[in-house]
């Protein structure tokens, strides 16, 4: 089989499959096109001149189809690597499991003081991280994420009030706080958009 023969039957299976594809998601392929493969684009192309999104490929020079970020200093880079795409998502859920990990911790060292409604509060949020990670993990449901940056919200805020109303105001303990936030908020946005962008060949 030829090059083109094979780009050609490619091209119709990125096709089958991109059909399913929202609006969205199909110009978020157009606008990153210099990070997929050929056939990938093509396909993303007919699809959305079929959908009237674009007259032509030309169109993809225009302005809005050009990636806002430099390549190379994204803030959340493409990976269109299968191999590399996996160790990314493996290790990001690695560290989303660590988080959840962290309140059950603080629960017991809470318990051993007699503090049981704080006891409580942090087991329950650290056992309903890790449940939503876990089925975040198996299905790679986007609807998951939201539910978790709304639990991670709730959470540091509460966390963030009982900080600022004690008497003692804690500066080390309110910067690990807003640390782990973002960490924890840019994490959860990257995975969104790595399932989002997930490599044509996986």
Same mark, same amino acid.
């Given at each position: 089989?030829?090059?083109?023969?094979?780009?050609?039957?490619?091209?119709?299976?990125?096709?089958?499959?991109?059909?399913?594809?929202?609006? @969205?998601?199909?110009?978020?392929?157009?606008?990153?096109?210099?990070?997929?493969?050929?056939?990938?684009?093509?396909?993303?192309?007919? @699809?959305?001149?079929?959908?009237?999104?674009?007259?032509?490929?030309?169109?993809?020079?225009?302005?809005?189809?050009?990636?806002?970020?430099?390549?190379?200093?994204?803030?959340?880079?493409?990976?269109?690597?299968?191999?590399?795409?996996?160790?990314?998502?493996?290790? @990001?859920?690695?560290?989303?499991?660590?988080?959840?990990?962290?309140?059950?911790?603080?629960?017991?060292?809470?318990?051993?003081?007699?503090?049981?409604?704080?006891?409580?509060?942090?087991?329950?949020?650290?056992?309903?991280?890790?449940?939503?990670?876990?089925?975040?993990?198996?299905?790679?449901?986007?609807?998951?994420?939201?539910?978790?940056?709304?639990?991670?919200?709730?959470?540091?805020?509460? @966390?963030?009030?009982?900080?600022?109303?004690?008497?003692?105001?804690?500066?080390?303990?309110?910067?690990?706080?807003?640390?782990?936030?973002?960490?924890?908020?840019?994490?959860?946005?990257?995975?969104?958009?790595?399932?989002?962008?997930?490599?044509?060949?996986?």
């Amino acid at each position: 089989m030829d090059n083109s023969t094979e780009n050609t039957d490619r091209t119709a299976g990125f096709h089958e499959r991109y059909l399913s594809y929202t609006y @969205i998601q199909i110009k978020e392929i157009l606008e990153n096109h210099k990070d997929y493969q050929e056939p990938a684009v093509t396909a993303a192309v007919q @699809i959305a001149i079929e959908r009237r999104l674009i007259n032509s490929e030309q169109d993809l020079f225009a302005p809005e189809f050009q990636s806002a970020t430099p390549h190379g200093v994204k803030i959340f880079p493409v990976i269109t690597n299968s191999y590399y795409y996996k160790k990314t998502v493996a290790s @990001i859920f690695r560290v989303l499991f660590i988080v959840g990990i962290m309140p059950l911790i603080f629960g017991l060292m809470k318990y051993a003081e007699g503090k049981i409604t704080m006891t409580i509060t942090a087991l329950i949020v650290g056992s309903v991280w890790l449940l939503l990670t876990f089925f975040l993990l198996r299905t790679k449901r986007i609807q998951i994420i939201f539910l978790q940056l709304i639990l991670l919200v709730l959470t540091i805020s509460s @966390i963030a009030y009982s900080l600022i109303v004690q008497e003692v105001f804690h500066r080390v303990d309110m910067a690990i706080l807003i640390i782990g936030f973002f960490i924890s908020l840019y994490l959860l946005l990257y995975l969104k958009k790595l399932i989002q962008t997930k490599p044509d060949d996986l």
